[in-house]
T-cell receptor, first 113, second 112 residues
């Protein structure tokens, strides 16, 4: 079945540092890939997505490229802010699972001033 | 534009009491609807999903149930809560034919 593996946190960074959160997946068919962000006490917000190989999703300075050859969708941001402190979830949908989402375990990011 | 509501926002219930959480979506028709649970510090677990009125699929056997009495209303219920039911419950929707899920603000449930 489908699965998503992402790096465990917490990841602690200083403001303006470079952030990378690794995400790899296993899926049948051709899934779409997503990054969601969860701020403390809130629901999940869609951060970005990519629907086919080599697509790059981007939003709020975050980027992720759909790499079919390495089955990866790593999230990056060049200069983080304190307001980026949150839990980040990688997810996939489609393929054999229809539009049900399969989530990774989440990565907590803490940005210190 | 579409919006999704959940209530209550927080709930404290004794063990053995019943539960009813409600999720409603505005601005769309015939969405797919989902219930997830997030235990403290953990990832998301899909509990139920629905592709239409009265159609419920259960992902995990448990003492919870779901119902969809109207097109844009999704209810999560239990007859008798367990301590292990504590968590953050999230509802999500997908437009018919779409694949991007949009989440509600969540309900935080504490069972004592």
């Amino acid at each position: 079945g489908n699965s998503v593996t992402q790096m465990e946190g917490p990841v602690t960074l200083s403001e303006e540092a470079f952030l990378t959160i690794n995400c790899t997946y296993t899926a049948t068919g051709y899934p779409s890939l997503f990054w969601y962000v969860q701020y403390p006490g809130e629901g999940l917000q869609l951060l970005l997505k990519a629907t086919k190989a080599d697509d790059k999703g981007s939003n709020k300075g975050f980027e992720a490229t759909y790499r079919k050859e390495t089955t990866s969708f790593h999230l990056e941001k060049g200069s983080v802010q304190v307001s980026d402190s949150a839990v980040y979830f990688c997810a996939l949908s489609g393929g054999a699972a229809g539009n049900k989402l399969t989530f990774g375990g989440g990565t907590r990011v803490l940005v210190k001033p | 534009s579409q919006t999704i509501h959940q209530w209550p926002a927080t709930l404290v219930q004794p063990v053995g009491s019943p539960l009813s959480l409600e999720c409603t979506v505005e601005g769309t028709s015939n969405p797919n609807l989902y219930w997830y649970r997030q235990a403290a510090g953990r990832g998301l677990q899909l509990l139920f999903y629905s592709v239409g009125i009265g159609q419920i699929s259960s992902e995990v056997p448990q003492n919870l149930s779901a119902s969809r009495p109207q097109d844009r209303q999704f209810i999560l219920s239990s007859k008798k809560l367990l301590l292990s039911d504590s968590g953050f419950y999230l509802c999500a929707w997908v437009a018919g034919g779409g694949e991007t899920q949009y989440f509600g603000p969540g309900t935080r449930l504490l069972v004592l």
